[in-house]
């Protein structure tokens, strides 16, 4: 079933009514409701995609995007691409994740979420930790790690598996960290990883 939601996004667009949409202009013919199905269930065309892109391109913040964000569900995989790439280096882009995810396939998603860790969004990162997949997990992982960001680390922890975790562990055995770091986060490993911890803690003592 096509979505009528759809019909004042595109009348924005094209600078006409949603009356004009449904009586095919201001003449008021009478249409074929097939023919009208038939258009909102196809992808957006590219002429007016060319407009949708123009508009992402000229815009500095994402608060005076002049285009309902709405317009995702009518993008196809390619244009969603395109569009992903464009609102990436818009300012403030992050406040409008929420609205556009439910759109993005699995590839897309990651794309985002990864941007956002790399950005230093920690704030919205958190809220995205449980839409990720385990690969994502582990790049964000590895990334804060990098970082030295181990505050966040507390957020992640309770969606990472055993092997994210030894990659922790691993971490801070080869740099010769303080485990005293992740004290908070202990009873959050497993038995015989507090077992590595603690023999590492005993090992520098003596």
Same mark, same amino acid.
Do not use: H, W
């Given at each position: 079933?096509? *979505?009528?939601?759809?019909?004042?996004?595109?009348?924005?667009? %094209?600078?006409?009514?949603?009356?004009?949409?449904?009586?095919?202009?201001?003449?008021? @013919? #009478?249409?074929?409701?097939? *023919?009208?199905? !038939?258009? $909102?269930?196809?992808? /957006?065309?590219?002429?007016?995609? *060319?407009?949708?892109?123009?508009?992402?391109?000229?815009?500095?913040?994402?608060?005076? =995007?002049?285009?309902? =964000?709405?317009?995702?569900?009518? =993008?196809?995989? &390619?244009?969603?691409?395109?569009?992903?790439?464009? /609102?990436?280096?818009?300012?403030?882009?992050?406040?409008?994740?929420?609205?556009?995810? !439910? %759109?993005?396939? /699995?590839? !897309?998603?990651?794309?985002?979420?990864? +941007?956002?860790?790399?950005?230093?969004?920690?704030?919205?990162? #958190?809220?995205?930790?449980?839409?990720?997949?385990?690969?994502?997990?582990?790049?964000?992982?590895?990334?804060?790690?990098? &970082?030295? @960001?181990?505050?966040?680390?507390? #957020? /992640?922890?309770?969606?990472?598996?055993?092997?994210?975790? !030894?990659?922790?562990? &691993?971490?801070?055995?080869? +740099?010769?960290? *303080?485990?005293?770091?992740?004290?908070?986060?202990?009873? $959050?490993?497993?038995?015989?990883? %507090?077992?590595?911890?603690?023999? &590492?803690? @005993?090992?520098?003592?003596?």
């Amino acid at each position: 079933m096509p *979505d009528i939601t759809l019909l004042p996004v595109l009348a924005k667009i %094209y600078g006409i009514t949603v009356e004009d949409i449904i009586t095919a202009g201001e003449a008021g @013919q #009478e249409n074929d409701i097939a *023919d009208i199905m !038939q258009a $909102l269930n196809t992808f /957006m065309d590219e002429r007016t995609f *060319d407009k949708v892109q123009c508009e992402f391109k000229k815009t500095k913040s994402i608060r005076n =995007l002049r285009i309902p =964000l709405d317009i995702f569900m009518a =993008l196809n995989a &390619r244009q969603k691409d395109i569009i992903l790439e464009l /609102m990436l280096d818009i300012d403030d882009y992050a406040i409008v994740i929420d609205d556009i995810m !439910q %759109y993005l396939n /699995m590839s !897309q998603r990651a794309k985002l979420i990864l +941007n956002v860790a790399k950005n230093g969004d920690y704030e919205v990162l #958190e809220t995205l930790i449980p839409f990720t997949s385990r690969t994502v997990r582990t790049e964000i992982v590895t990334l804060l790690l990098e &970082r030295r @960001q181990f505050d966040f680390l507390e #957020e /992640m922890l309770l969606f990472l598996n055993n092997e994210q975790k !030894q990659m922790i562990i &691993r971490y801070f055995i080869d +740099n010769d960290l *303080d485990f005293n770091i992740l004290e908070n986060l202990l009873p $959050l490993f497993s038995k015989a990883q %507090y077992g590595i911890i603690a023999k &590492r803690e @005993q090992n520098i003592r003596v």
